[in-house]
């Protein structure tokens, strides 16, 4: 089973930018794709980006692409999400989820990290 933890979630000022992490414990982590999705208060969950797990594939919501890069270190096992001018409305619980290769639902969530844009 995989355990997923997010970090690098806090306070940036609009135009600002945040590296989340989402560090894995599973050692065959390169079996996974990872997807981060992010949750606002009263909203319901929504897909960020997602990369397959050798990394050559990268996914993103339209409303973050341009702005947003996510990338994966396999090596480390952790999956980053480069966050760049940042918007008050990408403010939101930010969680990483793993779906092993093959397979169709994110079946591991993290904790989620808090991320707020201050205009």
């Known amino acids: 089973q995989v355990q997923l933890v997010e970090s690098g979630g806090g306070l940036v000022q609009a135009g600002g930018s945040l590296r989340l992490s989402c560090a894995a414990s599973e050692r065959t982590f390169s079996n996974y794709a990872i997807g981060w999705f992010r949750q606002a208060p009263g909203t319901e969950r929504e897909f960020v980006a997602s990369?397959?797990?050798?990394?050559?594939?990268?996914h993103y919501a339209e409303v973050v692409q341009g702005r947003f890069t996510i990338s994966r270190d396999n090596a480390k096992n952790t999956v980053y999400l480069q966050m760049n001018s940042l918007k008050p409305e990408d403010t939101a619980v930010y969680y990483c989820a793993a779906v092993m290769k093959g397979g169709i639902e994110y079946n591991y969530w993290g904790q989620g990290t808090q991320v707020t844009v201050s205009s």
């Open positions: 990369i397959s797990w050798n990394g050559d594939m990268p």
